[in-house]
Each structure stands twice: as C-alpha cells, then as structure tokens.
C-alpha cells in the first residue's frame, strides 16, 4: 500500500513565523502535491511537482513555497505565517503512470495547522 | 472542467449494500471519474476510478452509464466504518490533473 506521511497532525504557530510542513513518500511516485482544505471552499491546490527540483504553482500560491530535493519528500513552507493560513493542509502523491495523469492520488492523513 | 452533482447525505443499514449516486454530465469522453472518502479529521482515500467499463476492487464497485453521464459507486456490504463523506470527482487536465472536490455526499451507515 501507498504510504504518504505528513511530520505533523496539529501544529500551532505564531504570525510572523517560517513554518516547514514535510511530506514524504514511500512509493518512490514522481508527482507530489500540496493542498489546503477549509469549510465550504473544498480542496484547493498551492503547488506541485511533477519530479525532482521541479514545481509548478497551483491555484493559491501566494505566501507559500516548497522545496522538492529528493523525490520522496516534499516540503511546504509558510514564509511569513498569517492567521488566513490556519488550514487543513493535505499532501499527496502520484506515479506518473503511461496515461495523461490517470493514475490516483494517495493522501496523507494532513496537518492541521492553526496560526495564532 | 466537469462538474459533479452528488446527494448531500444518504443512510444505510450495517451490512447492507451502499449505492451512492454521482452525476456528470457535461463529462468528456475521455476523462476519467475517480471516487475517494474521507473519515473525519483524516486525508482522503482513494477508493476507485473508471473511464466507461465497470470496475471492481477490493474497497467496491464502479458502474458507468453507457453515456458516462452518470456513475455509482456500490460498496457492497456497508460497515459502521464506512461512515465518511464520498467525494465523486472528474479529474482536470491541467496542473498536474488536480483533484477539485465538490461537496459529497455524507453516508452514514447505522446498527
């Protein structure tokens, strides 16, 4: 079975603080991703990487980037943490595959992080 | 990008077969509709996705209208663990083929 493992269940930070959110994978996939989830907006999507030192932005880029050095791991980071940042934050991640990005995405259990 | 329109809740009994509705309509022919769950305070599970054959793992069963317009997804013996919100997506093409998750469908399977 897939496994995507993310650092943390609940963190709480200050605004103002850099805070590092990590994910990491065991199925050797080359997609990963980060979304954030809230009440009544769904899913959205921050940033992916399609592989190794690559990344592209999603929908809701601003305030956040990541960090992709070894393909099992994918990190998100808050440059400068603000309380519209508490969130629901989710990683996911995907084998390529033959097929047009058919393959599934497997998540991790998220981070639910509070910023105070 | 294809919407889906699911029921907001459904019940069914422990044991029995749970058949949750999906619609997608403006769907193309050659996306694909996955379905995933998530438990509370946990990340979504992938559970199944299909194009326009039936599908069947070990978690349920996927079945696709010939018009692809529709689909269900069957588990075939509900347990109290089954209690989750279903999600029926129609995958996107660009930014990596993101997932966008409506609102799903609430199942709550009872004693």
């Known amino acids: 079975d897939v496994k995507v493992t993310q650092s943390s269940r609940y963190l709480v930070k200050r605004t103002g603080e850099k805070v590092f959110l990590e994910c990491v994978q065991d199925?050797?996939?080359?997609?990963m991703f980060w979304y954030r989830q809230d009440p009544g907006l769904g899913l959205r999507l921050i940033y992916f990487?399609?592989?190794?030192?690559?990344?592209e932005k999603g929908d809701i880029p601003e305030g956040y980037s990541v960090s992709r050095e070894k393909k099992e791991r994918f990190s998100l980071i808050l440059e400068s943490a603000s309380t519209n940042q508490t969130s629901m934050y989710l990683c996911?991640?995907?084998?390529?595959?033959?097929?047009?990005?058919?393959?599934?995405?497997?998540f991790g259990d998220g981070t639910r992080l509070s910023i105070l | 990008d294809a919407k889906t329109t699911q029921p907001t809740s459904m019940d069914c009994a422990e044991g029995r077969a749970a058949n949750l509705p999906c619609n997608h309509s403006t769907i193309s022919g050659n996306e694909y509709v996955y379905w995933y769950r998530q438990i509370h305070s946990q990340g979504p599970q992938y559970i199944i996705h299909g194009l326009k054959n039936n599908e069947t793992n070990e978690m349920a069963s996927l079945i696709i209208t010939e018009d692809r317009k529709s689909s269900t997804l069957i588990l075939p013996h509900a347990t109290l663990r089954d209690t989750a919100v279903y999600y029926c997506i129609v995958r996107v093409y660009n930014q990596g083929g993101k997932l966008i998750f409506g609102q799903g469908t609430e199942l709550s399977v009872k004693p």
């Open positions: 990487s399609y592989d190794v030192k690559m990344k």
């Open positions: 199925m050797d996939h080359e997609n």
């Open positions: 996911a991640s995907r084998e390529a595959g033959v097929g047009q990005y058919t393959q599934p995405q497997h």
